[in-house]
């Protein structure tokens, strides 16, 4: 079974809209870590925002909000006020065990394309 | 940001050649990662280490093996390429949170883009 699933795996939004990129986990480990990558056309992996299981209120990184849902097992990424660069590749992880750290790495969902129309 | 480098960053190859990619880092870093990157799969672990000579392996291990001699390279080998190793390559670091986050994050380098043939 997928522990990251990424249901949209391509999304059209108009500039200036809110954008909501949703993820779904799966974990039996009470502790976790969840991320949010953002990767555009020129390869390079971006670090967004990072919401941990414990965490009592939604992260949040200036356009970037978490929508953490815990009972559903939900992380969804919200873009305020979208911009034509918002234009890429974004993966949710999850990393399962200590939250903040540990040698696990990060386990991916496949990722959503997001292109911003003008 | 963690100073990753990773070398080649292309790289054609036969089917059944040996292939090393190499990730440097600069940030003294216990936690390094190789993952694989193709379309429809997202992000995959290959292999991780936990620092010096310490590796582990990951989700898609088989045909690879990794060496880490030093606190700042990390190794990937293919001993015997075959297309199915046809991918983008990502080395990927562990360090302190951005901003206060309060989580460790993985710092990805550029990526190495392998082609077998």
């Known amino acids: 079974a997928q522990k990251i699933t990424q249901t949209q795996p391509g999304m059209f939004v108009q500039e200036k809209e809110a954008v909501t990129l949703d993820c779904t986990y799966d974990?039996?480990?009470?502790?976790?870590?969840l991320f949010w990558y953002k990767q555009p056309s020129s390869g390079e992996m971006i670090f967004l925002i990072y919401?941990?299981?414990?965490?009592?209120q939604n992260a949040t990184e200036g356009r970037y909000s978490l929508n953490f849902q815990k009972a559903r097992k939900s992380a969804n990424l919200v873009i305020s006020a979208s911009q034509l660069g918002d234009s890429a590749m974004y993966f949710c992880?999850?990393?399962?065990?200590?939250?903040?750290?540990?040698?696990?790495?990060?386990?991916f969902g496949k990722g959503t394309h997001l292109i911003i129309q003008p | 940001d963690a100073g990753i480098t990773q070398s080649p960053r292309h790289k054609v190859t036969e089917t059944g050649t040996p292939v090393t990619l190499r990730c440097h880092q600069t940030?003294?870093?216990?936690?390094m990662y190789w993952y694989r990157q193709d379309p429809g799969h997202g992000l995959r672990l290959i292999h991780y280490?936990?620092?010096?000579?310490?590796?582990d392996k990951g989700e898609v291990s088989d045909g690879y093996s990794v060496s880490r001699s030093k606190t700042e390279d990390f190794l990937l080998t293919l001993e015997s390429a075959t297309s199915s190793q046809t991918s983008v390559y990502f080395c990927?670091?562990?360090?302190?949170?951005?901003?206060?986050?309060?989580?460790?994050?993985?710092?990805f380098g550029a990526g190495s883009r392998l082609t077998v043939l």
């Open positions: 992880a999850m990393r399962e065990g200590y939250s903040g750290g540990g040698a696990d790495g990060l386990t």
């Open positions: 974990t039996s480990d009470p502790s976790y870590g």
């Open positions: 919401q941990g299981s414990y965490d009592q």
């Open positions: 940030e003294n870093h216990r936690y």
């Open positions: 280490s936990y620092g010096v000579k310490d590796t």
């Open positions: 990927a670091t562990q360090g302190p949170g951005q901003r206060g986050s309060g989580a460790n994050v993985l710092t």
